[in-house]
């Protein structure tokens, strides 16, 4: 419902309907503006609670197993774990992809993030802390024999670490939602780049004591072997409660789906998750989806670099040291590289559906002088989803 202006940024598009166009509302700071504002209602805690909802869903229940597949031993798959975390924050692809590269590139970006809150989220964190405090205590049981040797069998092959690397990211999936609904987040200078610092730690932390209860319980073997390793974990220390296990993981997802969908409605991800389940290869699904946001995020982090060169008089009031996105981005263009050549089928099953996009985006965005039943029909379908979500497009000022 909104589209971005190749020239002016991001500009909402005022939805048509009957020939008008729906006005109405207040500014932020409450006065009168002549058009429909979103209200600043999500606090400090609420930025923290979407975040870390959204970040945690099924990942680190199932990907722990392909963590180790690929790092070869569990001391460089915590490693993984927690580099993943650090590698995780590189900002609001869609507006930035939008202001550096126009509307061609956000839109495939929606595309692609279109099919691939607070009670939930205690819901993970509560399952996550069972998980650590029964490894706790099958370790003062005195079952250490799954911690000793950690590093042995560690990989050195590029390609295989760069896989590695990618189910790790997987799990942190979403942790950059909260840049989508900025206009709702109170004093969002300061509560947006809090929220990231605050979120991302506690998710590290809880990953890292995650991976070491499934690494303390748990073989090399029964990992290998696993295809959900939480459950599996469950099976061998709850006994009569590991019922509750997939439970969780249940809510954990629902919950992650919850804060997607007011996030960045990406209500039909669900749906081409299922499907790409048909092939019985999560490792493939991880990979799918993995290496399509490394790209976007690559390109987002390029676009930023390229503004700060052709558009340095630009207002920042968010501002880092240039080395910063540019480590990141040779580190994410160097894993992307390795997983081509490991992963070629998925890598390429993604660029295609990205190029899919290409030619929706010509016919309902771009294209200006539609067919009047084809404009009628873009009409019909937002103003059913106005009327369903009880929502229509806010309009901005200029800046």
């Known amino acids: 419902m909104a589209k971005v202006s190749d020239v002016d940024g991001l500009t909402p598009k005022a939805m048509d309907v009957g ?35 959204v970040i945690v869903g099924s990942g680190i229940f199932v990907s722990p197993r392909y ?28 507006a930035y992809l939008g202001e550096a590269f126009g509307s061609l590139p956000s839109f495939l970006y929606l595309w692609v993030a279109l099919f691939i809150l607070d009670s939930f989220t205690a819901a993970k964190m509560l399952a996550l802390l069972i998980t650590f405090f029964a490894s706790l205590w099958y370790l003062f049981s005195g079952h250490t024999e799954n911690l000793q040797n950690m590093m042995q069998g560690t990989k050195t092959d590029p390609g295989e670490l760069a896989i590695a690397f990618y189910t790790g990211l997987f799990s942190y999936s979403g942790w950059n939602y909260l840049n989508f609904v900025t206009e709702e987040l109170k004093d969002p200078y300061k509560n947006l780049p809090r929220a990231i610092c605050i979120s991302m730690p506690v998710v590290t932390l809880v990953y890292l ?40 993981v249940a809510l954990c997802t629902f919950g992650s789906l919850n804060g997607a969908i007011y996030t960045s409605s990406r209500l039909f991800f669900c749906l081409v998750t299922l499907l790409l389940l048909m092939s019985n290869s999560v490792e493939s699904l991880i990979v799918y989806v993995t290496s399509v946001e490394a790209l976007f995020t690559i390109c987002s982090v390029a676009g930023l670099l390229w503004m700060r060169h052709t558009r340095a008089s630009l207002q920042r009031p968010i501002r880092v040291s240039l080395v910063l996105p540019i480590t990141f981005l040779v580190i994410c263009t160097v894993l992307v590289i390795f997983s081509c050549f490991t992963h070629p089928m998925e890598v390429g099953v993604g ?3 990205i190029l899919i996009g290409v030619p929706v985006y010509g016919v309902f965005i771009k294209w200006d002088n539609k067919p009047l039943w084809l404009r009628n ?23």
């Open 67 to 94: 963590a180790l597949k690929y790092a070869g031993s569990k001391g460089m798959a915590l490693i993984v774990w927690v580099l993943s975390g650090i590698l995780s924050m590189s900002g609001g692809d869609y």
């Open 209 to 248: 004591l995650t991976n070491i209860a499934y690494f303390a319980v748990l073989t090399d073997v029964e990992i290998h072997a696993s295809e959900a390793v939480a459950v599996t974990f469950s099976e061998k220390i709850l006994g009569v409660m590991a019922w509750i296990m997939p439970l969780f």
């Open 19 to 53: 020939g008008e166009t729906v006005e109405g509302g207040e500014s932020s700071d409450g006065e009168s503006s002549g058009g429909v504002r979103l209200k600043k209602e999500l606090s400090l805690l609420n930025g923290v609670a979407i975040i870390v909802g």
């Open 377 to 399: 029909a873009c009409n019909s379908f937002n103003l059913t989803c106005s009327k369903m979500f009880m929502c229509v497009p806010e309009e901005t000022k200029e800046l």
């Open 351 to 353: 660029i295609i559906f």
